[in-house]
């Protein structure tokens, strides 16, 4: 395979349409052949874990590019529709507890929610070990849709876990004392986190509600504050920075419009609801962000990267202060991006979700990093 030198500019122009099955000029390959992969996390070592929706995990070493078998010790999945093994977050205190966090789609009785998995991965890496559930969705729904399911960790050492309305239920998302369209945080044991909004008839994980379906999710470095991209209807889909206690309007508020093309709630705004920091029209399907806090790229600290599943591309969305003030497509018709993170050498890592051919990994290629020029 030829390889030469990229020089990777801050430009829209240098990263073109991207012709079906080719690798393009910017993205160095890293793993190959995974089945609907979901979330991304490193570890202390450098290596990286990476679900697969059917319910497998999964190790990379970059020093190789190998893709080990999967890791046991998973719960089990209802691994339907968009249902499966989720998202994936890595302890902060990974080097001493090794706890690893999954969320999945857990079936129950009256249908199936989100729920989230902690284990300790093993010195060999081999198995989860001491595994246990410790949060369960509040109400089971028969639906393969919209479970979220992001998780982050704040600088508290508390979970962010974000759930989507199961399609069906969106009036569900304005509820309070339901899990459903929400983000939430809790401990590490799956209790409500300390500093969650007192506020009456609110369940007491809820730290914000109103969201269709969160499948981005990341701490601003700046403030340390989350921000999520979830998934409007027809339109609509949106970047937030969820406050606690604090109502971002879906369903009563949308720039989206529904399916068939009707009105959806009452319009754009209404009094005590929040407003997106952007949002997209059409939409984008947004899923996995990451903030830039590297230089490798040049001119590029400090944006916010968001893959996009029916777009087919990488986003890029220029911040400036808590403000969204310009965007752009990268490697557009490449592929389905599910999962966008930044890795240890500063370097942004993408996943691709049923790409073409299969799911993959791939690095964000910065001045003087070989690159693939051909597809392979």
Request: glycine share 14%.
């Given at each position: 395979?030829?390889?030469?030198?990229?020089?990777?500019?801050?430009?829209?122009?240098?990263?073109?349409?991207?012709?079906?099955?080719?690798?393009?000029?910017?993205?160095?390959?890293?793993?190959?052949?995974?089945?609907?992969?979901?979330?991304?996390?490193?570890?202390?070592?450098?290596?990286?874990?990476?679900?697969?929706?059917?319910?497998?995990?999964?190790?990379?070493?970059?020093?190789?590019?190998?893709?080990?078998?999967?890791?046991?010790?998973?719960?089990?999945?209802?691994?339907?529709?968009?249902?499966?093994?989720?998202?994936i977050a890595i302890a902060p205190d990974f080097a001493t507890s090794r706890d690893v966090f999954l969320s999945f789609a857990e079936q129950r009785e009256g249908g199936n929610a989100t729920a989230v998995f902690r284990a300790k991965l093993s010195a060999d890496y081999a198995?989860?070990?001491?595994?246990?559930?410790?949060?369960?969705?509040?109400?089971?729904?028969?639906?393969?849709?919209?479970?979220?399911?992001?998780?982050?960790?704040?600088?508290?050492?508390?979970?962010?876990?974000?759930?989507?309305?199961?399609g069906d239920l969106p009036d569900e998302a304005q509820n309070p004392a339901s899990h459903l369209g929400k983000v939430l945080r809790i401990t590490r044991d799956g209790a409500p986190a300390p500093g969650n909004p007192n506020i009456a008839e609110w369940a007491p994980e809820v730290w914000s509600i109103g969201h269709r379906n969160i499948q981005g999710a990341a701490l601003n470095p700046t403030t340390s504050q989350i921000w999520t991209a979830e998934h409007g209807a027809k339109g609509g889909d949106e970047v937030n920075a969820p406050q606690a206690g604090r109502n971002y309007g879906w369903p009563v508020i949308t720039y989206g419009r529904d399916y068939s093309g009707s009105k959806i709630g009452v319009g754009t705004s209404r009094d005590g609801l929040e407003q997106p920091l952007h949002y997209w029209d059409p939409s984008i399907a947004p899923s996995g962000m990451a903030?830039?806090?590297?230089?490798?790229?040049?001119?590029?600290?400090?944006?916010?990267f968001v893959g996009a599943l029916v777009g087919e591309h990488l986003h890029r969305l220029t911040i400036e202060g808590s403000k969204i003030v310009a965007s752009e497509k990268l490697f557009e018709g490449f592929g389905r991006v599910r999962d966008v993170i930044q890795g240890p050498s500063g370097h942004i890592f993408i996943l691709t979700d049923e790409a073409k051919p299969t799911g993959a990994i791939y690095q964000l290629a910065g001045p003087g990093d070989a690159t693939a020029t051909t597809g392979n």
């Open positions: 395979m030829k390889r030469r030198l990229l020089l990777l500019l801050p430009l829209l122009a240098v990263v073109p349409f991207v012709a079906s099955g080719a690798t393009p000029d910017g993205l160095l390959p890293i793993a190959k052949g995974l089945d609907h992969p979901w979330g991304m996390a490193f570890l202390p070592d450098g290596s990286l874990l990476v679900t697969e929706r059917p319910g497998r995990l999964r190790r990379v070493t970059l020093n190789d590019n190998a893709l080990s078998a999967p890791i046991s010790g998973l719960p089990g999945v209802d691994a339907d529709g968009q249902g499966g093994l989720l998202g198995k989860l070990e001491n595994g246990t559930v410790i949060f369960r969705q509040s109400r089971a729904v028969e639906s393969t849709r919209h479970f979220g399911s992001r998780l982050v960790f704040d600088g508290e050492g508390y979970l962010f876990v974000t759930t989507g309305d199961r903030f830039l806090t590297s230089d490798v790229y040049p001119g590029w600290k400090g944006s916010l």
